[in-house]
């Protein structure tokens, strides 16, 4: 998962790089503002039983992304919920996450905190989630970026078995498009 989160960066800042060499970072950018957009990406997962794993796997997502953020001059703050799908699943994952960024122009690298909620399949779990990523504008509206999180649900399946040690973590990472409002 490492390696293509690595990969995608790379790949994800070729355009975007090279198109800085041409134009200076704008020193007055602004990241304040509405956004909402769609997202792709690489899901890891690993069940693990009292810390041993005995199931591992990943899939292709999708889903929607909507939130606010507020530049403070060097710092942005913000605000942001997603919907994710998973191929071949019936479980949705939504998250409510808090972001805190640099604003260095047109790049923004940024932390995420919050809460995730698997839902599907008579499963209902929460777990705090944590990542980081960077967004790149294109023009005055549309930014792009990628986003690795990481979550571990805890006792997944203690409701549903009777039986607590079931662990889930989950892995993501995720390439990303947004129109800023």
């Known amino acids: 998962m490492k390696?293509?989160?690595l990969a995608l960066g790379v790949l994800a800042a070729q355009p975007v790089l090279a198109a800085d060499a041409a134009a200076p970072l704008s020193a007055g950018s602004d990241w304040t503002g509405f956004h909402a957009g769609i997202q792709v990406g690489r899901m890891d997962n690993a069940l693990a039983f009292r810390g041993r794993t005995f199931l591992s796997g990943g899939t292709d997502t999708w889903g929607l992304h909507a939130g606010y953020a507020h530049d403070f001059g060097p710092h942005v703050l913000g605000a942001e919920a997603d919907l994710n799908r998973f191929r071949g699943g019936n479980a949705d994952l939504l998250r409510i996450k808090g972001k805190a960024g640099v604003d260095l122009g047109r790049f923004q690298p940024?932390?995420?905190m919050g809460l995730s909620r698997l839902s599907?399949?008579?499963l209902t779990e929460t777990a705090p989630v944590f990542g980081a990523?960077?967004?790149?504008?294109?023009t005055d509206r549309l930014t792009v970026g990628i986003e690795y999180t990481y979550q571990e649900f805890d006792d997944v399946l203690e409701d549903e078995t009777g039986v607590a040690?079931?662990?889930l973590e989950m892995e993501l990472?995720?390439?990303r498009a947004s129109w800023r409002f």
């Open 110 to 112: 940024y932390l995420v």
């Open 173 to 175: 990472a995720h390439l």
């Open 120 to 122: 599907g399949d008579g």
């Open 133 to 138: 990523g960077g967004d790149w504008t294109v």
């Open 165 to 167: 040690g079931y662990d």
């Open 3 to 5: 390696i293509l989160f």
